[in-house]
């Protein structure tokens, strides 16, 4: 592991470690301005290609597009992975459309054939090419590539740090989650009408919560007072929030649904708990503590009392989140549109814990097998019902970013008024412009 660049986190409740960047409506929607990001950020960061499980057997391969690049990656023989740009070097053809799949690379141009470490076994009449036959002699062009976390990640910059250094602190704190052996059961791709960055500033915050997402104050504690808000060197945030009712809920001492359903999962009589609500979050921890083994949640003996019950925000520069809780991880995502800075791609995953005696679990699009997911695309706001996503917290953000979108657009926004508790939206764009602007 990379040598740690701060012992001690910033404190991202306070603007003081700020410089005041102002957040402009023009970095929403400006062609110039996402032509910039694409040069001096996009090609600098390390980014996720998919899941190692996509890839289990030699052979094996996935890809991802990203902006107007393409990458594939593919496990080797000896279990290691590599990736390349998805392009044939005959005469720069896309080399492959799927996916997924498994075995060689074919072009569909000319059948020029690449191994799984990349290079050229087979291509037609090669008796025909100056200085002899291509094969053996001709590679993809490889890119950085390194996992964690049960992730695949790869940069396109061949100067960039390890994968390390790039996520420094992060492996760190989720250290305890086993995220590597993790089933992905949901795995949704969402086209949005709005700029990448509003999933970034969304989940740097919580200070939207008692108005977009009002069904959470009887699981979630959003007050700032009680909310752990956290910067590090690298650009990546952490905000932790409490899993008990929210003093801004209507009944905020007495146990409603589904935070009494939560209780009567693990024995405990949401009756004992009437007038002192906020006190199931201890009896919780310690109810998942003592009877988590002997149902199969042997995990639970590796996580921190908290961990038992509260989320862990966890916001990567630029544009992943992964948010912890007792119950799996969900990961978010978006990416830019590669030719309209008002479009994106919203990536939401969850991933689940592996329990034993366990085929099924909960989500927020209802139960689904303990197995990894096929992909599924939606196109929001096209007319199309997300039927399994209308009460949730995803299509209130949505929701949102759509309206949001439309007003950068107007002369009468010109910055953000923030509170202390949004500085991680700040520090975001802060980040953003260091790299930007060369000092990253």
Not at 21 to 30: A, E, H
Not at 238 to 244: C, N, P, S, T, Y
Not at 329 to 354: G, I, L, N, S
Request: aromatic share 12%; charged share 25%.
């Amino acid at each position: 592991m990379a040598t740690v660049l701060r012992t001690e986190p910033i404190d991202a409740g306070d603007a003081g470690f700020l410089r005041g960047d102002p957040i402009t409506g023009d970095r929403y929607y400006s062609k110039d301005f996402a032509r910039s990001e694409w040069d001096r950020m996009w090609t600098k960061v390390w980014h996720v290609a998919g899941r190692e499980a996509q890839i289990a057997e030699p052979g094996d391969w996935m890809t991802h597009h990203f902006g107007r690049e393409s990458i594939v990656v593919v496990r080797q023989t000896d279990g290691s992975v590599r990736a390349f740009y998805n392009t044939c070097q005959h005469r720069g053809n896309r080399l492959v459309w799927a996916e997924d799949g498994h075995g060689q690379l074919t072009c569909s141009y000319h059948g020029w054939v690449y191994a799984a470490d990349g290079v050229l076994s087979k291509a037609q009449d090669p008796d025909d090419f100056e200085g002899g036959s291509p094969c053996g002699r001709v590679s993809l062009r490889q890119v950085k590539c390194a996992s964690w976390g049960g992730f695949v990640w790869y940069t396109m910059d061949p100067e960039a740090g390890s994968l390390d250094e790039f996520l420094d602190p992060i492996p760190d704190l989720l250290e305890r989650r086993d995220l590597h052996d993790m089933v992905r059961v949901v795995w949704r791709t969402i086209s949005v009408d709005a700029n990448w960055k509003f999933a970034s500033d969304n989940f740097n915050e919580s200070y939207h919560l008692p108005t977009v997402h009002p069904q959470l104050a009887t699981t979630t504690d959003e007050d700032y007072k009680n909310t752990v808000f956290e910067s590090y060197p690298s650009g990546h945030n952490r905000m932790i929030e409490q899993g008990q009712p929210s003093m801004r809920a209507p009944n905020p001492n007495e146990v409603e649904a589904p935070f009494g359903d939560m209780l009567r999962e693990w024995d405990l009589d949401p009756a004992e708990f009437a007038g002192r609500a906020r006190d199931g979050r201890l009896a919780l921890q310690r109810q998942r503590r003592a009877l988590g083994p002997q149902r199969g949640f042997s995990h639970y003996a590796r996580y921190a009392d908290d961990e038992l019950t509260d989320f862990f925000h966890h916001t990567l520069f630029p544009n992943v989140t992964l948010t912890a809780t007792a119950e799996g991880t969900h990961f978010f995502r978006t990416e830019p549109d590669p030719h309209d800075p008002e479009k994106c791609t919203f990536d939401y995953w969850f991933m689940a814990p592996k329990v034993e005696g366990q085929d099924e679990v909960m989500t927020i699009v209802g139960p689904r097998p303990l197995k990894e997911a096929s992909h599924e695309f939606v196109e929001y706001g096209s007319g199309a019902v997300i039927e399994d996503m209308m009460d949730s917290f995803l299509i209130q953000d949505l929701s949102v970013a759509v309206g949001q979108q439309a007003g950068f657009h107007s002369r009468g926004y010109r910055d953000a008024i923030l509170s202390g508790q949004e500085s991680r939206v700040r520090r975001f764009h802060e980040v953003l412009n260091d790299y930007l602007e060369g000092r990253r």
